[in-house]
C-alpha cells in the first residue's frame, strides 16, 4: 500500500478515508491498518474491470480505464477509474469517472476524491476539467460532479490537513460522526481509547500475549 510518511507523495484515495474520518486514514496509510469487510470487498469486485487498464476510442471519445494520475503541486499520486476524452474546439474535454459501491452519501469524501483526480488531470494535460461523475453500483447510474470553487477548496484543504498528519506520524482523535464508526471496516482495531498511541503497537502486543 502507498505510503504516508514525511516526505511521499498522498495517495488520492486516501483523501476519501480523511474526509470520511481523518483517523482512519492514519490508521491505513501511517500505521498500515487494514481489514476487510463486505463493504470492501463488493469495492474490490467492483474495481476489478477498471483495473485491468485499456484504452478504447468511439465516435471520436477516447475511454481510458485505470489511467495513473499524479500532481507535483499537490504531492498526489492515484489512478483513476475511467477519464473519457471528448474532442473540443478548444482541445479535448476531460471527464474522469469514479466508480462506487452502494450509492451516493451524505458526506461528500467520494466528491474529494474524484475532484483531487480532477485536479491532477488539470495540471497533467494544460486542459480545465469542469466536471465528472460517480458511478454507484446500487443505482446504477452516473451522478454529474461539477468542481466548483468550493470543492476544489475543501480538495485541497484535505490534501493539506492529511499532508501534515502523515508528516506528523501521530494518529488523530476518532471522528465525532460516530455512526460513521457502524460501516469502517477498521471498528475492531481503531480503539478510540489509544487516541494519541499507534493502535499498530497495540494490535501487536495483543498477538503476542495470544501466542506466548
Known amino acids: 500500500m502507498t505510503g504516508g510518511g514525511a516526505g ?5 484515495s486516501a483523501l476519501q478515508h480523511a474526509v470520511y474520518c481523518l483517523r482512519q486514514a492514519a490508521l491505513i496509510h ?4 487494514w481489514a476487510e469487510n463486505r463493504f470492501t470487498a463488493e469495492g474490490d469486485v467492483l474495481h476489478a474491470v477498471a483495473d485491468k487498464g485499456g484504452s478504447r476510442k468511439a465516435r471520436g471519445m477516447r475511454r481510458v480505464l485505470s489511467l495513473p494520475l499524479v500532481s507535483a503541486r499537490l504531492n498526489l499520486t492515484g489512478v483513476a477509474d475511467l477519464v ?17 459501491r452502494g450509492k451516493p452519501k451524505l458526506h461528500r469524501a467520494d466528491e474529494v476524491q474524484l475532484c483531487a ?5 488539470e495540471e497533467m494535460t494544460g486542459q480545465p476539467v469542469r466536471q465528472g461523475a460517480l458511478f454507484y453500483a446500487q443505482t446504477k447510474r452516473r451522478l454529474t460532479v461539477p468542481f466548483d470553487a468550493d470543492l476544489r477548496a475543501l480538495t485541497e484543504s484535505t490534501v493539506a ?12 482523535a476518532p471522528t465525532p460522526h460516530r455512526s460513521r464508526c457502524r460501516a469502517c471496516s477498521l471498528a475492531e482495531l481503531c480503539r478510540p481509547d489509544m487516541v494519541g498511541r499507534p493502535v499498530r503497537a497495540w494490535r501487536d502486543r495483543m498477538l503476542d500475549r495470544a501466542l506466548s
Not at 511521499?8 to 488520492?12: A, D, L, R, V
Not at 483526480?117 to 488531470?121: F, R
Open 8 to 12: 511521499e507523495s498522498i495517495p488520492i
Open 30 to 33: 501511517l500505521e498500515r491498518v
Open 84 to 100: 473519457e476524452f471528448a474532442p473540443g474546439p478548444d482541445g479535448e474535454t476531460v471527464f474522469p469517472i469514479e466508480y462506487k
Open 117 to 121: 483526480q480532477a485536479l491532477c488531470l
Open 161 to 172: 490537513e492529511l499532508a501534515l498528519v502523515l508528516g506528523s506520524g501521530v494518529t488523530p
